[in-house]
């Protein structure tokens, strides 16, 4: 059965630095890996989706990565702003059926 | 504007008492989908629809009920709520007939049942 795994589970930088989100999930055989912004009342908004044969894709100052041999994809955010704290969710479809499988999401804190 | 709207919004009930969450979109999609989301375990997929009058399980179910009378429309029913149902429920559709690309999430219902 797929899992997905989001480590930390709480994240706080400064204002300015770029860093890293991780999503890993146990199972590759995976159509697409997307990543979601979910805001406190506001929903979930999709950030970027990774087709399963693409390595990466790109959006402003977000960058997300998919290795699938490996079962890991990052989300890379260059010069974090306050605007960006969030909690980021990744979830997986499976080849097999027409579902999002989730990882419990990375609550990110960017301190002005 | 292209939304997908939840109501209502927050929601305080008792044991038993039956109650409907309401779904719409304005976007012709023909996926919609209903989650609970719940501290540290992420979100889990209640019931979706491929379309009018298609409707499948998710992970879970129990509990819940669902309708697609319409292809705009999917409300969320509890016959009988129970305590244990007390979550945030996040309704989404999605562009693709196929798979599931872009979705769309409303705000969010957060129902507490006592």
């Known amino acids: 059965k797929q899992e997905v795994t989001q480590i930390p589970a709480a994240l706080s930088v400064p204002e300015g630095e770029n860093l890293v989100l991780n999503c890993s999930f146990t199972d590759s055989a995976i159509y697409n890996l997307q990543w979601f912004r979910q805001d406190p009342g506001k929903g979930l908004t999709s950030l970027l989706l990774?087709?399963?044969s693409q390595r990466e894709q790109t959006s402003g100052r977000l960058n997300a990565s998919l290795d699938k041999s490996s079962g890991r994809s990052t989300l890379y955010i260059a010069a974090s702003q306050p605007g960006d704290s969030a909690t980021y969710l990744c979830?997986?479809?499976?080849?097999?059926?027409?579902?999002?499988?989730w990882g419990a999401g990375t609550k990110l804190i960017i301190k002005p | 504007e292209a939304q997908v709207t939840q109501n209502p919004r927050y929601l305080i009930t008792v044991t038993g008492k039956k109650l409907t969450v309401t779904c719409s979109q304005n976007m012709n999609h023909e996926y919609m989908s209903w989650y609970r989301q719940d501290p540290g375990l992420g979100l889990r997929q209640i019931y979706y629809s491929m379309n009018v009058e298609v409707t499948d399980k998710g992970d879970v179910p129990e509990g819940y009920k669902v309708s697609r009378k319409e292809k705009r429309n999917f409300p969320l029913i509890l016959e009988s709520p129970s305590p244990n149902q007390t979550s945030l429920y996040f309704c989404?559709?999605?562009?693709?007939?196929?798979?599931?690309?872009?979705?769309?999430f409303g705000p969010g219902t957060r129902l507490t049942v006592t």
């Open positions: 979830a997986v479809e499976p080849d097999s059926n027409y579902q999002l499988i």
């Open positions: 989404a559709s999605s562009t693709s007939s196929g798979r599931l690309w872009e979705q769309y």
């Open positions: 990774i087709q399963s």
